[in-house]
C-alpha cells in the first residue's frame, strides 16, 4: 500500500501525465488508449515496495522527483514497445478492412468447462452422509467433526485426550470413510 504522500502526488500530477501519456500514444498511433496506458502505468507503479516509492518522491532532480521521471518512462515504453506490459497484454487482432464481421460464420464454441467447486461440494457431502451413517461414538465423532469439517488444529482441542489419540481417532475415521467410498465392506 502506498503512502497517503504518494497518493496525493499521483493525485496532484495526473493530468500532467495523462497529456504526457496522450502524446506518446498519438506517436505510437493509440491516442484513444492513452487513459488505459497511463492507468496500466500506475497501478504497476502502486504495486510496487512502498519504501521505493517514498524514495522516489523524496529524491528531488531539476525541479521534479525522480517519481516523475519513472512515470514517465514507464508511460513512455508502454505506449511505444511491443513487447512492453501494456501493449501485449491488449494486443489488438488484425484487421482489414474488407472483413464485413456480420457475415462471419464464427463457430459457437460450448464452455464445458468443470465446476470444481460444485465437484468439491458434492464430495464434501458424500463425505458428510457416508460420515453421519458409520456407527461412530461420541468422541470419535467430535474429534473427525472438529479436524475435519470446522477445520480445527488439534492443538486447539479441548479435552483430555493426548496430541497422539487424536491423530490416531481421526485416521481410524478417515480410513473407515474411505473405505466405504471405495465400495469395501466394513465388516
Known amino acids: 500500500m502506498a503512502s497517503e504522500a504518494v497518493n496525493n502526488y499521483i493525485t496532484k500530477r495526473y493530468e500532467r501525465w495523462l497529456d504526457y501519456s496522450l502524446y506518446h500514444c498519438g506517436l505510437a498511433g493509440i491516442s484513444d488508449e492513452a487513459t488505459d496506458v497511463l492507468n496500466e502505468v500506475i497501478c504497476s507503479l ?42 501485449s497484454r491488449y494486443k489488438p487482432l488484425p484487421v482489414d478492412d474488407n472483413v464485413d464481421y456480420s457475415r462471419l460464420d464464427i463457430e459457437d464454441i460450448s464452455d464445458d468447462s468443470e465446476d470444481r467447486n460444485a465437484e468439491i461440494l458434492e464430495k464434501l457431502h458424500l463425505v458428510r452422509e457416508i460420515y453421519e451413517n458409520l456407527d461412530l461414538g461420541d468422541l470419535a465423532a467430535r474429534v473427525f467433526e472438529f479436524h475435519f469439517f470446522q477445520d480445527g488444529n488439534f492443538s486447539e482441542w479441548k479435552g483430555p485426550e493426548t496430541l497422539k489419540q487424536l491423530y490416531e481417532i481421526y485416521n481410524g475415521v478417515q480410513e473407515l470413510i474411505k473405505k466405504r467410498l471405495k465400495g469395501e465392506s466394513l465388516f
Open 46 to 87: 502502486l504495486q510496487k515496495r512502498s519504501k521505493l516509492l517514498d524514495k522516489l518522491l523524496d529524491t528531488k532532480k531539476n525541479g521534479y522527483t525522480e517519481l516523475d521521471f519513472f512515470v514517465l518512462k514507464m508511460i513512455k515504453l508502454n505506449a511505444s514497445s511491443p513487447t512492453s506490459q501494456y501493449r
